[in-house]
Every structure is written in C-alpha cells, then in structure tokens.
C-alpha cells in the first residue's frame, strides 16, 4: 500500500495555501476587470490613434513576463516608500496584469456588436450610456465571457508566481512540504489536484452562463 508522512495538519497547511491563491485570484480578477471594462470603453470609444499611448502602456504588461512585473513591482514600492506588504503589491501588479488582458477582451466584445444594431438604437433616440447599457453590454458580456473565464483561470495558475515574493500560497505551501518530507511526487498531485478543484466550478460556471446567454436557447 502506498504510504505516506502526510498529515492533516499538513493537509490544513496546503488548504491555508489555497486560501491564499483564491484571495489573490478573486482581488486581482476583480479589480483588473473593472479597470479593463475601462479601458477597453476607453480603446473603443478614443479611436486606434487617440488610444495608442494607453494601448502600449497595456501591450508593456501583456509582453513582459509576470515574473518580473512582480519583481519590478516590488522593487519600485519600496524605492517609493509606498510601504506595501506582498499580498497588496501581488495583487496591484496581478490587477494591472489582468486589466491589460481585459481590455483587449472588453474591446473585442464591443466591436464584435454589429454597427446596424447600435445605428439602429441610437435612431430610436437612445443616449448613448442607454445604447452602452441596453445593446452593447448584453451582447458584448455574452461574446466575451469564454475568453474572461479562460483568463481568470489563468490568472489563477499565473498567481503561483507571487511566492517570490513571499507569499506562501499554494504552490510554496506545496514546496515546505516537500522540503520537509521528501515526498515530491505526491504532494504534487494533492497540489494539482486542490488546483482543479478549484478551478473546476468557475470552468462549469463559465460553461453554464455561456450555454444559458446563448442566442439558440
């Protein structure tokens, strides 16, 4: 039988770990969604040549790598003496990460609403917050929501990052354990397991809202 020295203290450790992951996760999806509505509005509504400095401070955060967003991140708060603990520079750099994806989202979802319909509402004398809030967001949130979920359960994974800054979450919590235990391989596969598990219901979520917005039902 397979036999291990993993205990259930050890088990509340990885789960104290999870916890963490899912505070980051659910902080930066947050805020980075509401900065990417923004500034995806704000691409859309500017124009390619009046957009184009916030369209390349964006490209800046989609291209460097997240790793050294967080290094850079960290560094430039204590230069600045923002005085910032781990969790809050994590989630201000992962924010500003998810946003920059968002925004290409957001965008995308916007101009995929066909020109005749929003003619077509601001003719029926729509303002144009009525013909944003009526037309465009049901129909854009509908083509953008496999895209958000597929980021948000990328920033999930992308979230293991912060452990070089100090955070243990889960996969750090996952990296004392095997330090200690010499049992990489199963701590491992609890560690990737809890991952999906906690990935799983916002995938299905995801799922369900997408076959329920569908235009075929």
């Known amino acids: 039988m397979f036999d291990t020295a993993l205990s259930w203290n050890d088990m509340m450790f990885l789960a104290k770990g999870a916890g963490m992951t899912l505070m980051v996760t659910a902080v930066s999806v947050f805020a980075g969604t509401i900065l990417g509505v923004i500034c995806g509005i704000v691409r859309v509504q500017a124009g390619p040549i009046w957009s184009a400095p916030l369209a390349f401070v964006l490209d800046i955060f989609r291209s460097v790598p997240l790793l050294i967003q967080l290094v850079l991140g960290n560094a430039m708060q204590a ?14 750099v992962l924010s500003l990460y998810t946003a920059a994806y968002c925004t290409e989202i957001v965008r995308g979802g916007i101009e995929a609403v066909p020109a005749p319909t929003r003619r077509a509402a601001r003719s029926l004398g729509m303002t144009w917050w009525h013909d944003m809030r009526y037309i465009v967001a049901p129909l854009a949130t509908r083509v953008s929501l496999p895209a958000w979920i597929g980021l948000t359960l990328g920033v999930m994974k992308d979230s293991a990052l912060v452990l070089w800054l100090g955070l243990i979450e889960l996969l750090r919590a996952s990296q004392i354990l095997v330090t200690r235990l010499q049992e990489p391989l199963f701590i491992l596969i609890v560690c990737g397991a809890i991952y999906f598990l906690l990935s799983f219901p916002i995938a299905r979520l995801g799922g369900y809202l997408e076959k329920r917005w569908s235009p075929h039902d």
């Open 79 to 92: 230069i600045a003496r923002l005085g910032w603990d781990p969790f809050t520079t994590s989630c201000v």
